[in-house]
């Protein structure tokens, strides 16, 4: 292990290890505030509701204030990179994933957590590293180390939000813009030609629909293709080792591109064509 893993327990800070000396809210409390989430619901992998302001991590005074501080504080003013974006929607993932490990998969017989259920290869503890390049001398190789998309609106939209385990990717709406974020895919679909030249000739300024859409497409690209990125962890650094191979591609797939839209939300158009 590279980054001493913290215990995972109510004491011990979810990112550092470090004594916990206060909560941190999973959804930061400017983006509660500004969109009023406090008592919206937001739906776990086993299909039970918690509150976004019920989703709290152990933090210490380090990573809560200092370093993940700054971080909220470029995200929150909208002065934001692409690279800042990447990290926040990161630990957005990284914490949902983290409480998944205390969430039972079934509360009425709690024998097994989500996190057990949805564990692939110790994923999390992927991201966990991903996570502390945030906190200076770490640094990912491509930076943004996963792919982000950005989406301009006419007008403010109504919050939306959409955490996608299996593709560990994250869609979010902040008011005028738009974010879709795969958080270790080392920019595989950025660099992918296909994806690419769909997001070009997505008409602007962009619908919430067409953002899903494209999110929608995305997910099926990468359900179908298998992309070589073996990624080299070392204590100052995560690459991925040479470029993106694309090993093996299945042809497209319209029932399971029919059930990744309704995951979004969203309503087949037969008029629409699946990118090859
Ligand atoms: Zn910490």
Redesign the pocket.
Known sequence: MLIPK?KENINT??????K?VSVEHVFPKWLQRQYNLWDEQIVLPNGTSVQYRKLLVP??????ND?YGLLEKKVSSGNSSESDIWKWANKIHYALCYKDRFFEWDRKNPRYKIGDVFRQNDSLEKDRHFLHCVSGGFKTTPDPFGSVFKFNFDKKVAFAFAHLLQTSSISITLGKIGYIVFITDGQSLKKESGINQLFKNLPTPHKREDMLFFHAQCIEMMARHKLGQNIIMSNNRISRSGPTVVHKAEPPDEERFRAICKTLGLNWIDSEKLIT
């Open positions: 913290p800070c979810f990112i550092c290890g470090r916990a933090s210490c005074k380090k990573c809560n370093i």
